[in-house]
Each structure stands twice: as structure tokens, then as C-alpha cells.
């Protein structure tokens, strides 16, 4: 097994893409390389009086189609290679759902559990002032990721406003409703990732009633997604957070789970108790014979080292990049489903969408519109997915890929290069 590089999984599949759609090396050549890399150092006077210097980036891979979209991580583990996959993971998930946006993705290098709030919002301020010549509303739109949310949106609106001299909405998305953050944004892309499991379960003539599943990762996605799947009636077995996770065959009790981890932000499921249950680790949630399987964390975590005793029929991939290139290979060998992460968890960029669209034309949309919408947009590109790789004889992720990348080859030669 070669050093895990989540770019070069992105490389490996658009590659296959192109070859299928008959495109050239020319023709895919630009899409390759992300338009700017952008490395900036965050000076932060911390609480203790000492000055740290954060790392952060910003990174827009592609803006053919329109302006870079993606999110801000705030994560240890952030680094220049993960960064570039997940801008471009965003260049072709707008394009799968096809909202007129090209990719891009933030990142800075700390553990937001432990910092407090005021050298959070610190760091959140000197990012953005360093990012700011990349970022705007017609040029390139951050978002929340793992580790931000819509207080730091809500700083990173205020400072980009600040800098400009008058107030800018729509510079970022998946803010506080009070600044224009649009109803529904923030349970967005759970709700995109129940839409695509009941999708498939029914594609494949499944009952979502009674079907087991088991989540990992207790995030703003994980969490969502345990709650609206919960409410269509699905038995989740497992759920873990960075702390470990718990079983119950018998279904876990999700709603007391969420109010327990919504009490206090520092609450961990190790901590957790409820009748039946024990205890598991996120390796062992990972190869539960259960019906869908939903890895909702960071990336590469099914990869050749589990990839064989993996036993769901179905993997919903709501984080990005779950799943390495290299085990990709194994799990359709063995006739795993994969629903890929650039369809399944595009809910929460298509209503980012529907926030920046709100922003700049000064209105509000209900949460009933906002919801309908969303469902408007994921249903007929899963269809549309699933279409083309019934009828080109390939996986889903194939399937998605032959989708965007089309869209956004076809984009740039249309606009050709410059000059
Ligand atoms: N961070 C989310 C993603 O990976 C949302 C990005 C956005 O809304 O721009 O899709």
C-alpha cells in the first residue's frame, strides 16, 4: 500500500472518466492542476499572552463553471494534498448537480476543541484577511466544513465586510439566519445523504422501513443524518464520534442520543449510556453486517487495509473521500454499493447555493421551499447518475464522475484557453 495521497484518488478517477467519454490527455489536462494554492501563515495572540502562528489555505481548484465553492476545515490533521482533493472533490460536485459553481476548499491547522472561543474567533478573523484578495461573492464562496460552523461564517462575513467598508452577504454561506444564512442550510447535507439512501434502498427494491445502518461520525452531517434517517423509520445500530461508538441490535435510541451530544459541544459518546447497548470501536462500525453503512468523518478511512471485511450491501458516502481509490476495487469486487461522496453529500453545496442566490437578490425563502428545492435538485441527478452507469456498465462513483467531468471539460472548451 503506497502512501495515502487523497489527490491522486481524485486524479485516478477522473482519468477513468475521461477515457470512457473519449477525451484526450489534452482535453482533461487543465483540470489536472488547481487554478491557485494560496498558503498563508495566521499569527493568533493566544489566551496565556503567547503568539502561536496557525497554517492555513486556501485553494480553488477549478472556476470554469462559474465561481469556487467549498468549504473551510479546521482540523489537526488539514494539509496541502487533503485540501487540493477537496477543492477538487467541489469542482465536481457542483457539477454533478450541476449548480454554476467551480471548486474550492480552506483549511487551517488547529484543533478548534481546544482552543476557546475568542482564539477561535481570532484565528477565523486573521484567515479570512489573509484569504481575502482569493475571496467574494463572484469570485470564490467559502462555507462550513469539519470543524466550522455558522459562528465562524457568521466572523468571517463580519471581517470580509469590515475590509470592504460595507456589509457582503453573500461572501460566504451557511451563516446565522440572522445574517442571511438561508433556513434549512444547516441540515442541508444530512438531508441531501436521507434523500440518496431511500434513493437507492429504492433503485434496489429495499424497504427503507426497518433497514439497519450504522453512522460514523457525530458531526453536523453524522448527526442529521442519524436524525432524518431515524424519522424515516430506519433501525440505526451503531453511531460513533472520535471517542468510539455503541451498538444496539436492536436500534440505538437516536433522539436521546442527539440531546445528549447537543447539551454541551464537549459531550462524547463514550460518556453515553442507554439499556442493550455496548460499546464498539470505529474500525469494528465500520464492518458491521448492517444494510447501509454511512462513514460521515474524514476521509481514507475505508481503504486495503478493512476494505475486504467490510459486510454492508450499501455505502453512503456523506463525508468526502471516505473511501481510498484502492478499496474502491475490492468493495465492487464483492458487490458493495457505493453511493459516492460528490452526489450523496451535495446537499449541503446545493442550498449553499440557494443562500448566495437569496443574498444577492435580497430575498428569503421559506425552510418548506428550501427543502423542496433541495429534493427538485438530488433526485433527478441520482437518477441521472444511476441512468448512465446502468447504461455504461459502471459503478456509481464512475457513473457521477462521467456526469461532471463532462460538465466540466465541455465548460472550458467552450470558454477556451486564454488568450
Ligand atoms: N463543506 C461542504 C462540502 O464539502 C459544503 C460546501 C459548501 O456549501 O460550499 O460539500
Known amino acids: 500500500m503506497g502512501q495515502y495521497n487523497p489527490y491522486d484518488n481524485v486524479l485516478k478517477v477522473v482519468k477513468e472518466a475521461a477515457d470512457i467519454l473519449g477525451y484526450s490527455?489534452?482535453?482533461?489536462?487543465?483540470?489536472?492542476?488547481?487554478?491557485?494554492?494560496?498558503?498563508?501563515?495566521?499569527?493568533?495572540?493566544?489566551?496565556?499572552?503567547?503568539?502561536?502562528?496557525?497554517?492555513?489555505?486556501?485553494?480553488?481548484?477549478?472556476?470554469?463553471?462559474?465561481?469556487?465553492?467549498?468549504?473551510?476545515?479546521?482540523?489537526?490533521?488539514?494539509?496541502?494534498?487533503e485540501v487540493k482533493a477537496l477543492a477538487a472533490w467541489m469542482t465536481f460536485k457542483c457539477a454533478v448537480v450541476n449548480i454554476p459553481y467551480g471548486g474550492g476548499k480552506g483549511g487551517v491547522v488547529c484543533d478548534p476543541n481546544k482552543l476557546s472561543e475568542n482564539e477561535l474567533r481570532a484565528i477565523t478573523r486573521r484567515f479570512t484577511a489573509?484569504?481575502?484578495?482569493?475571496?467574494?461573492?463572484?469570485?470564490?464562496?467559502?462555507?462550513?466544513?469539519?470543524?466550522?460552523?455558522?459562528?465562524v461564517m457568521g466572523w468571517m462575513m463580519d471581517t470580509y465586510s469590515m475590509l470592504k467598508g460595507h456589509c457582503v452577504h453573500g461572501v460566504v454561506t451557511g451563516k446565522p439566519i440572522e445574517l442571511g444564512g438561508a433556513l434549512g442550510r444547516n441540515e442541508a447535507?444530512?438531508?441531501?445523504?436521507?434523500?440518496?439512501?431511500?434513493?437507492?434502498?429504492?433503485?434496489?427494491?429495499?424497504?427503507?422501513?426497518?433497514?439497519?445502518?450504522?453512522?460514523?461520525?457525530?458531526?453536523?452531517?453524522?448527526?442529521?443524518?442519524?436524525?432524518?434517517?431515524?424519522?424515516?423509520?430506519?433501525?440505526?445500530?451503531?453511531?460513533?464520534?472520535?471517542?468510539?461508538?455503541?451498538?444496539?441490535?436492536?436500534?440505538?435510541?437516536?433522539?436521546?442520543i442527539l440531546?445528549?451530544?447537543?447539551?454541551?459541544?464537549?459531550?462524547?459518546?463514550?460518556?453515553?449510556?442507554?439499556?442493550?447497548?455496548?460499546?464498539?470501536?470505529?474500525?469494528?462500525?465500520?464492518?458491521?453486517?448492517?444494510?447501509?453503512?454511512?462513514?460521515?468523518?474524514?476521509?481514507?478511512?475505508?481503504?486495503?487495509?478493512?476494505?475486504?471485511?467490510?459486510?454492508a450491501d450499501i455505502i453512503v458516502e456523506a463525508a468526502n473521500g471516505p473511501i481510498a481509490a484502492e478499496a474502491d476495487e475490492t468493495l465492487n469486487a464483492k458487490g458493495i454499493i457505493v453511493v459516492p461522496d460528490i452526489l450523496a453529500n451535495a446537499g449541503g453545496v446545493v442550498?449553499?447555493?440557494?443562500?448566495?442566490?437569496?443574498?444577492?437578490?435580497?430575498?428569503?425563502?421559506?425552510?418548506?421551499?428550501?427543502?423542496?428545492?433541495?429534493?427538485?435538485?438530488m433526485d433527478p441527478a441520482f437518477d441521472a447518475v444511476w441512468n448512465i452507469a446502468e447504461q455504461q456498465h459502471t459503478t456509481l462513483r464512475t457513473g457521477a464522475y462521467l456526469i461532471a467531468v463532462k460538465r466540466v471539460v465541455d465548460a472550458k472548451k467552450a470558454r477556451a484557453i486564454w488568450p
Open 25 to 81: 490527455d489534452s482535453d482533461i489536462e487543465a483540470i489536472k492542476y488547481p487554478e491557485r494554492e494560496l498558503k498563508v501563515a495566521i499569527p493568533v495572540r493566544m489566551d496565556d499572552g503567547t503568539t502561536h502562528v496557525f497554517e492555513g489555505y486556501r485553494i480553488q481548484h477549478s472556476t470554469s463553471r462559474g465561481p469556487a465553492k467549498g468549504g473551510i476545515r479546521f482540523h489537526p490533521a488539514v494539509n496541502l494534498d
Open 189 to 256: 447535507t444530512g438531508r441531501g445523504v436521507m434523500f440518496t439512501t431511500k434513493n437507492i434502498l429504492r433503485k434496489l427494491g429495499l424497504d427503507s422501513n426497518g433497514a439497519t445502518a450504522a453512522i460514523q461520525g457525530m458531526g453536523n452531517v453524522g448527526s442529521i443524518t442519524a436524525k432524518l434517517l431515524y424519522k424515516e423509520g430506519m433501525k440505526i445500530v451503531a453511531v460513533s464520534d472520535v471517542s468510539g461508538g455503541i451498538y444496539h441490535q436492536d436500534g440505538l435510541n437516536i433522539p436521546a
Open 130 to 151: 489573509a484569504i481575502a484578495p482569493l475571496i467574494g461573492p463572484e469570485q470564490d464562496i467559502p462555507a462550513p466544513d469539519v470543524g466550522t460552523n455558522a459562528a
Open 351 to 377: 442550498v449553499s447555493y440557494f443562500e448566495w442566490v437569496q443574498n444577492i437578490q435580497s430575498v428569503s425563502w421559506t425552510e418548506e421551499t428550501v427543502n423542496e428545492k433541495l429534493k427538485n435538485i
Open 259 to 311: 440531546e445528549y451530544l447537543s447539551k454541551d459541544r464537549r459531550n462524547l459518546l463514550e460518556d453515553y449510556n442507554e439499556d442493550g447497548m455496548i460499546r464498539i470501536s470505529n474500525e469494528e462500525l465500520l464492518e458491521l453486517d448492517v444494510k447501509v453503512l454511512v462513514p460521515a468523518a474524514l476521509e481514507n478511512q475505508i481503504n486495503a487495509s478493512n476494505a475486504d471485511r467490510i459486510k
